[in-house]
């Protein structure tokens, strides 16, 4: 009596962790393709001779202005420079027609965070890479995942609820934050990340 | 809770004498910091207004009746914060980098504990969805987060310009900002100059020595909850009032 | 059962109970209908106020285009910095929930309107103007304009049309009193020695937000005294260096016994009494109002009265100045005051102001000045007004008073809806601030002119016209010429017939500094200088320009002052009371809500003070309901009990009200429960009070 | 959480709050754990019956525990709190010890007019059992039982196999809607089943050779019980406006549930044949 | 089938008569659930509530039940550790009423809380520093442990104990049920004082504040103290009443009459240390400037409150309860515990309502409150589900294990 008992029981236990463990989060993150397949091994480096702060720069004031307007590609793009279908959709649908490109922004902070790149760069001397990673040697961009309920990003929450796997600069979690202030000697009082 | 006092520890000196009333403070400061405007419904005692301009009388009849407006935002206590303690998840924070009492919206779950604790009825829950007039959400300031009903929010001394004279200063550079480079939308915004804003560590700001004037006062003293915001008046009655709690005193009924 | 079991148990080594918590949370803290403010480049300009006259420099912190906070600009000579409530909210007038998106019809009678198309509207416009019914008045709420000298070149150039500006009322009044033009006037408020205000809200930002401060800052000097006469201390009334708490509706009276004992003295200024022709006549009539015969209607002790008149007197240059909404007899006893203490034209009195020096490009401005009062009853077919809410009251009585009965036609340039009842009206939707660029001249009681410049920095919703393209509409359907161009191009024309006349100083906010605006170089120099925020201000009048012949019982034959019979003194009183003349009734934005309905610091809309004592003898308490009842009809109002305030007078707002339709005894305004007098100001009228119980 | 909760700090509030919250976890999530454990174990153990047994024993009346030793005039008032488990009684073996049982008359004419055989052993439930020669015990209802169900509408009868325990449920009759569980008298197997018209219901093979009946009445016993049971069944009967009466002279009927319909047969089956 | 849920031997009242008690508390508990979904889904602009009465009915129906529901714990404690075996007759029917209490006023707090969704971060990011994150923990877990404690009484019922698995837990958990009152006592002692060092600490209410003993405010040990004295009488008062309504003795006398001297020997020590208590801080409020009598000043919160809370509906019952003569008459009994409960109610309205409405700052006025509806339907739906859960309890699980005993008899 016990025997099948105990099979039906590991048998709902096993039925639970797989769909916990790969259903779920499969299901939990909506997928959308970047308008365009920017790729900014091409930009940088030996290549494209950019750095990140040609384009993503820090103003006078101090505040970051991110990812760069369309006026910045249009400076170099302003007709096809290459022949790749990606370049074409750049000059075709966005700068010839003016239209400012949709990017859909991985590292975008949520409303009640304040993240400023000017005390991190300027004064903390922190690397674009230390929480970029290789993102600006990378050829292509990944997907961007939506979380269905909180409709946070997944690059910045990491890959796995368990975190296994992850690289230092796959994603940026509150704790992350606080981790690195805390290793660095820097206050994690809240108003220090929160607004 | 410890204050480290090589960090500011920003106060404000509130002249009352200077103060007429007219609320420039109260809608400077709803403008900076996305205080929704008052549902239909919303009353005195809904409403969200971070810094509130309350009446002092003198109690005599007309025409020898006189009153003073005493603004009343947060008054950052700095010891014993009635708020801090009795949060039960830590959304109330005292920042040791400024003094500032931090109210976290996001964190809090709107229990109202520490509305029930502050004696100064600086706190203001969310009782509405916060709405906007249709485009009027585009004036919102993007230094502040917006906040959602059911949670708890006060003045934080509008820490986001803080924030943002810091990383102006980061952008040049330096670590440290001067008094003249934040100043409270209240501050900014009062015609009479009554408001002064500054950082009360630095014996020999504008504000500490304020602090120090014979007409200073502050509310509640007595509790000794430290608020660092103080009020100057040379009207005797004023400090007689403040001292003598009338409060316990009572008039009447009301909806104050 | 056991997989059940086994399951519930597996979940839990699962993220999702801890994910969903977790993820759940979030989405409260992100509510998607919860709005996010504007990400963006951030930025800041200058810009000039158009809320009221002031004419205040404002900055404006923006993200790309978009204002999100607004702030004075200091050194600016008209505000110094500061801004009053409203001004600090002006970028939200844009998006105020009752702006109209559409023109608009109102029939007669109804308070209900329906909307028309832009084409129709035009349409019936050019129909209703060339219906050869009568004269067209194009009455200008704010002269000075570009769009001003449009609407008098209209007036100019075509022969049914009368333009009228709207001026100071007091002015109104003094004019009528002078035998010879006397051209633009304005108060001298800094040069006077000695202020006596009858109830002008002067520390209230009335004029400009910053006066409150500089008398604060200056006062220890004491150069200045202030008097202020008012019905309950007010925050004018407190911040002055003596109030006088006169009952409402006595202020003439006061003013005529002021003048009464500069007479009986001799406290009045010798020249002064020289010109003025009927002094005789005059003294004759102000004998009446002796202190002690005006002391039971005012309230005012008589050796208060006398003190004050030698102060009036002798603390030369000394003004007298009354509030917009002052009645005409207030207006015309107080004119009296000045003309006797002999300060009108000069220095610290009411000024003769120069005007701005562009005639030689519109050629109308500043000619030609008609009151409203000089209009022949119900005469007015058609009405034209254009800035309507921008701080001059219009009586409402006034105006019906001069139009035609029943048959009347009203057409406004208004971003809201304003209904009259008693004719037919079309509202075109109006620019707002922000929206579009407009030149600001300074108030219509300024002691100098002066110019700054708003620019339109977003674009204005599809559908609303400026007052320049309203003008040149307007020209268009009468078949006259008006200048042609865009606002700009002729407020360009504007500056640089400034910039030739080498008057007076520029202010520029980058420098926080004024200079001569012959160290100009250009007129682009000055343009941008105006465009970023800054404003030309012209020279005083130089030397002597007191009146040559006055005659003062013109006035006052019109004006009707007699002393009450007898006071009953049970008797309550309603007064209509603005706490600001500035926004109250402009919807500005809803933020204003703080101030009022989310503190109760200043009366919410059905609110009235009332005196504790008077609240007490008909046991109504602090928040209660009451309802008012005059002959008029009745309304119910919240009794906000304040000891600052007379007793038996109920001082009720009417903060807001220009937003509802009204209609005889559907009492939404308290102005509708008040007696209006012969020259269309309220006046104070008997109530009965009674608390409403739920 | 603790250190998984950032900016977590080993103060001595947290410690102590923390802690106390833990331990109170751990004795919440201990006392459950430990109780599934040891329902696992018992159910495995085949141990429900005797649980319940032990868990109603509890739950009935004093009326329904009293002590046998009370029936032989031993005590004038004793309620037994030990499962009626004779074997771990101290107070028995003590008696036992005392008395010459053989000696003991038998009261006949406390017997009320029941036919109660004394070659066999009854159960405080009213069960009885016998054994067979060849070693199996066969088990049926007493006369008291009998009457008091009279006719039942069915019987529910355990399986071939079922192993039954010392007090736990031998079969159930149906009477109507109430269902009456009879008590085992003894451990075993069961080998055969019957309908009752030979007399008995179950035949049961002991598990062992010690087969354990020290708890079960016999002899002189037997009169004083049924006497008691009989009282106890009248109280209910009797019409509380009248009070005591018997039908048929005071001597039992055949049917006692078909002579009162109107009674609460389901209480009073409850009470006498112990299934609380 | 209802017959069969029904306990052996026990009677209830038939099927149509029980349905026909229960409708008016399900219609209430309806109106109740949507307050309560009105409350969640447009959020707590529905409450009469406001920044300066930012505590309202709830709180104070959250207070009161579970100073009320205390009587599970003290019996529990009275039971299990101390051994007091009469007790047993209506330990049952306390920890359901105890479950009642809490669940009730779990359910109430998670509306009166503006983020529900959000209540786990208290236990996630606790601040040791509050007495509502002690509150938190101390009656979730409780929660628990009074879940724990049902779950018995339910399994006891005839027919689930039929099932051999319910049957063996019931057993294997009842063999535990020490532990488990241990524990609820724990638990009961640190959040029934927390709930009274809520308003304690608050340093801004001066009425409601109260020097520490230790690290708790004396108030912490008011409430501790105040509903272990109230809870056995209100046990003793619902004991009763069940008895009335459903027209059965339930219990010996004896055990009412123990019930009463309980409470009323735990009372008089807590209307002692309440009235030590009251003359500190009269002394400390003034050594800070207040006027003592300033607070009873308004009509509504006289001196004659105190007089009432102290004298009426403490001391006399107190006594009365103390005294032999008395606890033989059950009416003066079921009076006296009645009044001993009323002053509880009284004390927990003083410390939430009395607080709130009384200035502090020189500018306030006093406040008044009155809920709206959707907070009295939520109030009235925690009353209505009490009923339900009550009712159903009484019918279908042994609440009262000497009922039958009697009934036999």
């Given at each position: 009596m016990?025997?099948?008992?105990?099979?039906?029981?590991?048998?709902?236990?096993?039925?639970?962790?797989?769909?916990?463990?790969?259903?779920?989060?499969?299901?939990?993150?909506?997928?959308?393709?970047?308008?365009?397949?920017?790729?900014?091994?091409?930009?940088?480096?030996?290549?494209?001779?950019?750095?990140?702060?040609?384009?993503?720069?820090?103003?006078?004031?101090?505040?970051?202005?991110?990812?760069?307007?369309?006026?910045?590609?249009?400076?170099?793009?302003?007709?096809?420079?290459?022949?790749?279908?990606?370049?074409?959709?750049?000059?075709?649908?966005?700068?010839?027609?003016?239209?400012?490109?949709?990017?859909?922004?991985?590292a975008k902070q949520p409303q009640n965070v304040y993240f400023s790149h000017a005390s991190h760069v300027k004064l903390a001397a922190l690397e674009c890479t230390e929480c970029h990673g290789s993102h600006g040697s990378s050829d292509s961009l990944r997907p961007f995942q939506r979380n269905r309920i909180s409709g946070y990003s997944r690059d910045i929450w990491g890959s796995t609820m368990s975190r296994i796997n992850r690289a230092s600069w796959d994603g940026a979690k509150m704790d992350d934050c606080e981790n690195c202030h805390d290793r660095r000697h820097v206050a994690n009082t809240c108003l220090k990340c929160h607004k | 809770m410890e204050t480290n006092h090589t960090s500011p520890r920003y106060g404000m000196v509130i002249d009352v004498d200077r103060c007429t009333g007219c609320g420039n403070c109260m809608v400077a400061c709803a403008v900076e910091n996305n205080v929704p405007p008052a549902d239909p419904k919303a009353t005195e005692r809904t409403g969200t207004t971070w810094m509130r301009v309350s009446k002092l009388e003198n109690g005599l009849p007309f025409p020898e009746n006189r009153s003073v407006y005493l603004p009343v935002s947060c008054q950052q206590c700095d010891h014993h914060t009635p708020c801090v303690s009795v949060c039960p998840q830590n959304a109330v924070e005292y920042d040791t980098e400024s003094g500032i009492v931090a109210q976290i919206p996001v964190r809090c779950f709107g229990c109202r504990y520490c509305v029930t604790a502050c004696p100064y009825h600086a706190r203001y829950y969310n009782w509405w969805d916060p709405v906007w007039p249709e485009g009027m959400e585009k004036t919102l300031n993007p230094d502040v987060s917006t906040r959602m009903r059911g949670v708890v929010e006060k003045c934080n001394f509008c820490h986001g310009r803080l924030q943002a004279a810091r990383a102006k200063a980061a952008a040049e550079g330096r670590r440290t900002i001067a008094d003249a480079e934040y100043v409270p939308a209240c501050g900014e915004s009062c015609p009479t100059h009554a408001i002064h804003f500054g950082n009360l560590s630095d014996p020999n700001s504008d504000v500490s020595m304020l602090s120090k004037d014979k007409r200073a006062f502050r509310l509640l003293e007595e509790l000794g909850t430290e608020p660092k915001v103080y009020f100057l008046s040379e009207q005797d009655w004023v400090h007689a009032i403040v001292k003598n709690k009338i409060s316990t005193e009572l008039k009447g009924h009301g909806n104050g | 059962m056991q997989f059940v079991g086994g399951s519930a148990l597996g979940l839990l080594f699962t993220p999702i109970p801890w994910k969903v918590l977790n993820d759940s949370a979030i989405w409260t803290q992100n509510w998607p209908w919860i709005p996010a403010p504007l990400t963006g480049e951030f930025t800041s300009f200058g810009t000039t106020c158009t809320l009221c006259q002031s004419a205040c420099g404002m900055r404006a912190r923006s993200v790309g285009k978009q204002p999100v906070s607004l702030s004075g600009i200091p050194g600016h000579p008209f505000n110094n910095g500061s801004l009053c409530t409203a001004g600090i909210l002006a970028h939200h007038l844009r998006y105020h929930p009752s702006r109209l998106r559409q023109p608009i019809k109102f029939l007669p009678g109804t308070g209900y309107g329906t909307p028309l198309s832009s084409t129709t509207v035009v349409d019936e416009i050019s129909r209703c103007l060339n219906g050869n019914r009568g004269p067209v008045v194009i009455l200008d709420g704010r002269p000075g304009?570009?769009?001003?000298?449009?609407?008098?070149?209209?007036?100019?150039?075509?022969?049914?049309?009368?333009?009228?500006?709207?001026?100071?009322?007091?002015?109104?009044?003094?004019?009528?009193?002078?035998?010879?033009?006397?051209?633009?006037?304005?108060?001298?408020?800094?040069?006077?020695?000695?202020?006596?205000?009858?109830?002008?809200?002067?520390?209230?930002?009335?004029?400009?937000?910053?006066?409150?401060?500089?008398?604060?800052?200056?006062?220890?000097?004491?150069?200045?005294?202030?008097?202020?006469?008012?019905?309950?201390?007010?925050?004018?009334?407190?911040?002055?260096?003596?109030?006088?708490?006169?009952?409402?509706?006595?202020?003439?009276?006061?003013?005529?016994?002021?003048?009464?004992?500069?007479?009986?003295?001799?406290?009045?200024?010798?020249?002064?009494?020289?010109?003025?022709?009927?002094?005789?006549?005059?003294?004759?009539?102000?004998?009446?109002?002796?202190p002690e015969a005006v002391s039971g209607a005012s309230g005012v002790r008589p050796e208060t009265i006398r003190t004050t008149a030698r102060a009036f007197a002798s603390q030369s240059p000394a003004l007298a100045i009354v509030g917009n909404d002052a009645s005409y007899e207030t207006c015309a006893a107080v004119m009296a005051l000045n003309i006797l203490a002999g300060t009108v034209g000069h220095t610290g009195g009411v000024a003769r102001r120069n005007a701005i020096p562009d005639a030689a490009v519109f050629p109308s401005s500043g000619v030609r000045a008609v009151s409203l009062h000089d209009v022949p009853d119900h005469s007015i077919c058609t009405l034209i007004i254009d800035e309507s809410l921008s701080g001059?009251?219009?009586?409402?009585?006034?105006?019906?008073?001069?139009?035609?009965?029943?048959?009347?036609?009203?057409?406004?340039?208004?971003?809201?809806?304003?209904?009259?009842?008693?004719?037919?009206?079309?509202?075109?939707?109006?620019?707002?601030?922000?929206?579009?660029?407009?030149?600001v001249p300074g108030p219509i009681d300024a002691a100098v002119s002066s110019l700054a410049v708003s620019a339109a920095v977003l674009q204005a919703p599809d559908g609303m016209m400026?007052?320049?393209?309203?003008?040149?509409?307007?020209?268009?359907?009468?078949?006259?010429?008006?200048?042609?161009?865009?606002?700009?191009?002729?407020?360009?024309?504007?500056?640089?017939?400034?910039?030739?006349?080498?008057r007076g100083t520029v202010f520029a906010p980058s420098t926080g500094v004024s200079t001569a605006l012959q160290q100009c170089a250009s007129a682009d120099e000055l343009w941008s200088a105006l465009a970023e925020g800054g404003c030309w201000m012209d020279d005083a009048a130089r030397g002597d320009n007191a009146p040559a012949a006055m005659t003062l019982m013109n006035a006052f034959?019109?004006?009707?002052?007699?002393?009450?019979?007898?006071?009953?003194?049970?008797?309550?009183?309603?007064?209509?009371?603005?706490?600001?003349?500035?926004?109250?009734?402009?919807?500005?934005?809803?933020?204003?809500?703080?101030?009022?309905?989310?503190?109760?610091?200043?009366?919410?809309?059905?609110?009235?003070?009332?005196?504790?004592?008077?609240?007490?003898?008909?046991?109504?308490?602090?928040?209660?309901?009451?309802?008012?009842?005059?002959?008029?009809?009745?309304?119910?109002?919240?009794?906000?009990?304040?000891?600052?305030?007379?007793?038996d007078v109920i001082f009720v707002s009417i903060a807001g009200s220009r937003e509802s339709s009204v209609s005889a005894h559907s009492a939404h305004d308290v102005r509708l429960l008040c007696n209006v007098n012969e020259n269309g100001s309220f006046s104070s009228t008997p109530v009965s009070l009674q608390k409403v119980t739920a | 959480m603790l250190s998984l909760v950032f900016a977590y700090a080993w103060s001595t509030g947290n410690i102590i709050f923390l802690g106390a919250f833990f331990t109170i976890v751990a004795i919440i999530v201990a006392t459950l754990v430990t109780t599934t454990l040891r329902t696992l174990r018992a159910l495995r153990a085949n141990a429900a019956e005797a649980i319940r047994w032990k868990s109603d024993f509890h739950d009935m009346p004093s009326s329904s525990r009293t002590c046998r030793h009370v029936f032989t005039g031993e005590f004038e008032r004793r309620v037994c709190n030990n499962e009626f488990n004779c074997n771990g009684c101290e107070q028995h073996a003590l008696l036992l010890a005392q008395q010459n049982a053989a000696a003991m008359p038998v009261n006949a004419q406390m017997n009320p007019g029941f036919a109660l055989p004394l070659d066999r052993l009854y159960s405080r439930g009213h069960t009885w059992t016998k054994q067979n020669t060849d070693g199996t015990y066969v088990i049926g209802v007493d006369d008291f039982a009998a009457r008091l169900i009279g006719t039942p509408s069915a019987i529910d009868l355990p399986a071939i196999g079922t192993r039954l325990s010392i007090n736990g449920s031998a079969w159930n009759f149906k009477k109507g809607e109430t269902s009456v569980r009879m008590l085992s008298p003894l451990e075993g197997e069961v080998v055969e089943t019957s309908d009752g018209a030979q007399g008995w219901y179950l035949r049961v093979q002991p598990l062992s050779a010690d087969v354990k009946t020290g708890h079960l009445l016999r002899g002189a016993e037997v009169g004083p019980w049924i006497q008691r049971e009989f009282d106890r069944l009248q109280n209910y009967l009797a019409d509380p406006k009248i009070g005591l009466t018997l039908p048929d002279g005071g001597m039992p009927v055949r049917d006692f549930t078909a002579e009162f319909p109107e009674k609460d047969w389901d209480a009073i089956y409850s009470t006498l044949l112990l299934e609380p | 089938m209802d017959k069969q849920l029904i306990s052996r031997g026990t009677s209830r009242t038939p099927l149509p008569r029980f349905m026909l008690w229960i409708l008016p508390w399900v219609a209430m508990l309806g109106i109740g659930l949507y307050a309560i979904f009105l409350c969640l889904s447009k959020g707590l602009n529905q409450t009469n509530m406001d920044n300066r009465f930012s505590f309202g009915l709830w709180i104070y129906l959250d207070l009161t039940v579970i100073a009320l529901g205390a009587g599970a714990f003290f019996t529990g404690f009275l039971l299990y550790i101390l051994k007091r075996k009469e007790l047993k007759a209506v330990i049952n029917s306390a920890v359901t009423i105890g479950f009642i209490c809490y669940s009730g006023a779990v359910a109430v707090l998670a509306v009166d809380v503006g983020q529900p969704l959000r209540a786990w971060f208290t236990f996630w990011h606790p601040n040791v520093h509050s007495m509502l994150a002690e509150v938190t923990f101390c009656i979730t877990c409780y929660l628990i442990v009074l879940i724990i404690e049902y779950i018995p009484v339910v399994l006891k019922n005839r027919r689930i104990k039929n099932v051999p698995s319910m049957l063996v837990f019931e057993f294997e958990l009842h063999k535990l049920m020490v532990v488990l009152a241990a524990v609820g006592t724990f638990l009961s002692f640190f959040h029934q004082g927390s709930l009274g060092g809520l308003y304690g600490v608050l340093v801004g209410r001066p009425f409601a504040f109260r020097p520490a003993l230790g690290i708790w405010p004396t108030t912490f040990f008011l409430f501790i103290i105040s509903a272990a004295a109230v809870g056995p009488s209100f046990i003793l008062?619902?004991?009763?009443?069940?008895?009335?309504?459903?027209?059965?003795?339930?219990?010996?006398?004896?055990?009412?009459?123990?019930?009463?001297?309980?409470?009323?020997?735990?009372?008089?020590?807590?209307?002692?240390?309440?009235?030590?208590?009251?003359?500190?801080?009269?002394?400390?409020?003034?050594?800070?400037?207040?006027?003592?009598?300033?607070?009873?000043?308004?009509?509504?919160?006289?001196?004659?409150?105190?007089?009432?809370?102290?004298?009426?509906?403490g001391l006399v019952p107190a006594i009365l309860l103390l005294s032999n003569r008395v606890r033989q008459n059950t009416?003066?009994?079921?009076?006296?515990?009645?009044?001993?409960?009323?002053?509880?109610?009284?004390?927990?309205?003083?410390?939430?309502?009395?607080?709130?409405?009384?200035?502090?700052?020189?500018?306030?006025?006093?406040?008044?409150?009155?809920?709206?509806?959707?907070?009295?339907?939520?109030?009235?739906?925690?009353?209505?589900?009490?009923?339900?859960?009550?009712?159903?309890?009484?019918?279908?699980?042994?609440?009262?294990?000497?009922?039958?005993?009697?009934?036999?008899?």
């Open positions: 016990l025997k099948p008992g105990l099979l039906r029981f590991l048998a709902g236990l096993f039925f639970s962790l797989v769909i916990g463990w790969y259903v779920f989060p499969y299901a939990l993150y909506e997928k959308f393709e970047q308008p365009i397949q920017f790729s900014h091994k091409v930009h940088t480096g030996e290549t494209g001779g950019l750095s990140c702060t040609d384009c993503h720069e820090i103003k006078s004031d101090g505040r970051f202005s991110g990812i760069p307007a369309l006026e910045k590609c249009a400076s170099c793009h302003s007709s096809a420079i290459g022949t790749s279908s990606q370049e074409k959709i750049l000059v075709d649908e966005y700068v010839s027609k003016n239209r400012e490109i949709p990017w859909l922004i991985y | - | 304009r570009t769009a001003s000298a449009l609407f008098g070149q209209l007036g100019e150039a075509h022969p049914a049309v009368r333009y009228i500006p709207m001026s100071a009322p007091a002015f109104d009044v003094l004019h009528t009193m002078s035998d010879a033009p006397l051209g633009p006037l304005g108060y001298d408020i800094d040069g006077a020695r000695l202020l006596v205000n009858f109830g002008a809200p002067l520390f209230d930002a009335w004029g400009t937000p910053s006066r409150a401060s500089k008398v604060m800052d200056t006062r220890a000097s004491k150069t200045q005294t202030v008097i202020h006469v008012e019905a309950l201390c007010s925050r004018s009334a407190s911040r002055s260096d003596q109030w006088i708490a006169a009952r409402p509706g006595s202020e003439a009276l006061l003013a005529l016994s002021l003048a009464c004992v500069m007479i009986e003295e001799k406290l009045y200024s010798a020249a002064a009494a020289r010109t003025i022709g009927d002094f005789g006549e005059f003294s004759d009539y102000i004998r009446t109002f002796s001059c009251t219009l009586s409402d009585a006034l105006l019906e008073k001069k139009l035609v009965p029943k048959d009347a036609t009203i057409i406004s340039l208004s971003p809201f809806v304003t209904s009259r009842p008693y004719c037919t009206q079309y509202v075109v939707p109006s620019t707002v601030m922000f929206e579009t660029m407009s030149d400026d007052a320049v393209q309203f003008a040149q509409m307007l020209g268009r359907a009468l078949g006259s010429t008006t200048a042609s161009g865009t606002t700009e191009e002729l407020v360009k024309q504007r500056v640089a017939a400034i910039h030739a006349s080498k034959r019109a004006a009707q002052i007699s002393l009450p019979q007898s006071h009953n003194v049970d008797q309550l009183f309603v007064v209509p009371f603005a706490e600001t003349t500035i926004y109250n009734g402009t919807p500005v934005s809803p933020l204003l809500s703080k101030v009022s309905q989310e503190s109760g610091l200043r009366l919410s809309l059905r609110q009235a003070y009332v005196n504790p004592a008077t609240a007490m003898a008909r046991s109504v308490a602090n928040g209660e309901t009451i309802s008012l009842t005059t002959k008029n009809g009745s309304m119910t109002v919240q009794a906000k009990v304040d000891a600052s305030v007379m007793p | - | 008062l619902t004991t009763w009443l069940t008895s009335k309504i459903s027209r059965k003795q339930l219990v010996k006398p004896e055990v009412l009459q123990d019930l009463g001297k309980i409470s009323g020997s735990i009372l008089i020590f807590y209307i002692i240390l309440k009235t030590v208590d009251t003359i500190f801080w009269i002394n400390s409020v003034h050594a800070l400037g207040f006027s003592p009598a300033g607070f009873f000043r308004i009509q509504e919160f006289g001196t004659w409150i105190l007089f009432l809370e102290i004298v009426v509906l009416t003066l009994l079921v009076l006296s515990a009645t009044l001993a409960c009323a002053g509880i109610v009284l004390n927990r309205y003083v410390m939430t309502i009395q607080t709130l409405a009384l200035p502090t700052l020189p500018f306030d006025q006093f406040l008044s409150y009155s809920p709206s509806w959707q907070e009295v339907a939520t109030f009235l739906a925690v009353i209505a589900y009490g009923m339900l859960v009550y009712s159903f309890s009484f019918r279908y699980l042994t609440l009262f294990p000497q009922e039958r005993e009697i009934q036999s008899v």
